[in-house]
């Protein structure tokens, strides 16, 4: 009878054993997965960001793609909050045709269980560039900025602020690469996830509101916007606006003419981006071709330090000039040969 108890004691115990060692090893990869918070997981080299994945996905508990680099998420960021949940800040590689961007975040609890899964777009042909949190502007709110670039066509679309609340992400702001808000219009999808049916409103307002300025986007650490020193990033600008309606930007980026608004008329309303446009500048002696045909050359009168000469990519519109002058330190685009061919058009 002893014998036979303590085969029984044995029994049980290594039954108890076996079915505590999933739990166990689950606690070990939470607390691996914890010494990650605060690290720069983008400069993990392949072999780390390949066990950081692993780990994430033991934690999770998802299909592990660790070995499937085409398929492996590429982690940003992992934060920790203040009522010790974790946030996580992916990219998803394996979006969805023609090329929409994807952030993954997911929220989860101190314990490792997963309390939310967000997948959502940030841009159409737009390529994700880095994210990161922003603690020194938002101590104790979880906002975040992804900085981007177009590509193949896509939108020119340098930011997006994201705040996650009640562990739901939120877009906030998008800038341009002069940190200027844009609209979030899109030719094909939408940038950044859709509201949910219930949430706080009034903090949403007020995150937004901290980011329209040029001061408290300085205090958040991103430094201030870029200036217009590069003639040829307003003219891409001068150029995206145009295309898309957006009169605000066509005034910041042109010198003032009394009939702007017209280069407004035509336009799509939507994201098309101006990547996809080549744009030269010329210089003493270059040719070009007049809207007559007639081939022109460029002079010394033509160009200097303070005016530059553009044509775009000749595929598109081998006569298209644009003059560039630096007007008190900024570079503004000359929009009356728009302007004129704009009427031409409309008549």
């Known amino acids: 009878m002893r014998f036979s108890l303590k085969r029984l004691l044995a029994f049980v115990t ?12 689950q606690q070990i990869q939470l607390q691996r997965f914890r010494t990650y918070i605060d690290h720069d997981l983008e400069k993990l080299s392949e072999a780390e960001r390949k066990t950081f994945v692993s780990i994430t996905d033991s934690v999770l508990n998802r299909p592990d793609f660790s070995d499937q680099p085409p398929l492996m998420p590429e982690p940003y960021f992992l934060s920790r909050l203040s009522n010790g949940n974790l946030i996580l800040v992916e990219r998803s590689l394996a979006g969805p045709v ?8 997911s929220a989860i609890k101190s314990n490792g269980m997963l309390l939310s899964q967000t997948e959502f777009p940030t841009g159409w042909r737009i390529g994700i560039v880095s ?10 709110d979880f906002v975040f900025v992804v900085n981007s670039k177009p590509q ?23 800038e341009d690469p002069f940190g200027n808000p844009l609209q979030n219009q899109t030719r094909h999808f939408k940038i950044g996830p859709e509201l949910p049916p219930k949430y706080d409103s009034a903090l949403v307002e007020k995150l937004k509101a901290s980011l329209t300025t040029k001061t408290d986007n ?26 898309t309606g957006d009169l605000d930007t066509l ?25 996809h ?3 030269y500048e010329l210089a003493v002696g270059d040719s070009f071709a007049l809207p007559s045909g007639k081939q022109n050359r460029v002079s010394n009168s033509m ?45």
């Open 14 to 25: 290594l039954i108890a054993l076996i079915c505590a060692a999933p739990t166990c090893w």
């Open 98 to 105: 023609p090329g929409n961007s994807l952030i993954r975040i």
């Open 131 to 140: 994210a990161k949190r922003i603690v020194e502007e938002f101590p104790s």
């Open 152 to 174: 193949h066509a896509g939108r020119e679309v340098a930011k997006q602020f994201y705040a996650m609340i009640d562990g739901y992400p939120f877009l906030l702001r998008l």
């Open 218 to 243: 300085a205090r958040s650490g991103l430094g201030p916007p870029v200036s217009q020193s590069s003639a040829d990033s307003v003219l891409r600008a001068f150029l995206n606006a145009k295309a």
């Open 251 to 275: 005034k910041r980026y042109s010198i003032d003419h009394p009939e702007l608004a017209i280069l407004c008329q035509q336009s799509s309303k939507s994201d098309i981006g101006t990547s």
């Open 277 to 279: 446009i080549g744009i």
């Open 303 to 347: 160009v200097n330090e303070k005016r530059k000469l553009f044509a775009t990519h000749p595929t598109f519109s081998p006569s298209t000039l644009f003059a560039a002058h630096l007007i008190d330190g900024h570079w503004k685009i000359d929009p009356e040969p728009s302007i004129a061919a704009q009427k031409a058009t409309n008549k």
